[in-house]
């Protein structure tokens, strides 16, 4: 597949998604991912390292794609990252559900919630509210109109990624010239 024909990434980048680095960004790097692949943990790392390396230049969007028939904690950790968020603290709700993606029991996300500190009355009621379900089946629903499958799926300056998800293939493709 020439990159001219490759999907372009149908929902621009807004102030509503999870970002790093301005909107503006001159790299923009947008992830579907789900908490409890395996796959997604393994690029996790990646992704901190071209933040690390790309600074202010990368604009990395973390948007919630569970595949809750394989990964049956998946949306229940994507809604914990939502209370989180709640709170100020989705980025550290986010790695900690990386870091202890083998197990995403319920007894996890508390103890992870208690050691953000979060405030855990409101992490609960925030976690099954309608506003953070609806941040995760908006990003769902925006996956598949973008032609998600499965996760990880990265779209690199616009356009789906089809290649490795490494750290080098990732950092070149981020810096390619578009044509």
Known sequence: MSESVLPEL?????????????????????????FECPHCAHVHPIVKELVRELGDDLCYVFRHFPQAREHPHARSASLAAEAADMQGKFWLMHDRLFENQSDLSETVLHRLARELPLEM???????????AARRVDEDYADGQENGVEETPTFFVNGQLHVGSYEFLPL???LRAPRE
Not at 15 to 22: K, T, V, W
Not at 124 to 131: G, I, K, L, P, W
């Open 10 to 34: 149908v929902l621009p980048l807004e102030d509503r998604d999870h970002h790093i680095g301005p909107i503006t960004a001159r790299y923009r790097l947008v992830g579907y991912l789900d």
């Open 121 to 131: 009355e409101r992490f609960e009621m925030d976690r099954a509210s309608e506003t």
């Open 171 to 173: 950092l070149e493709a």
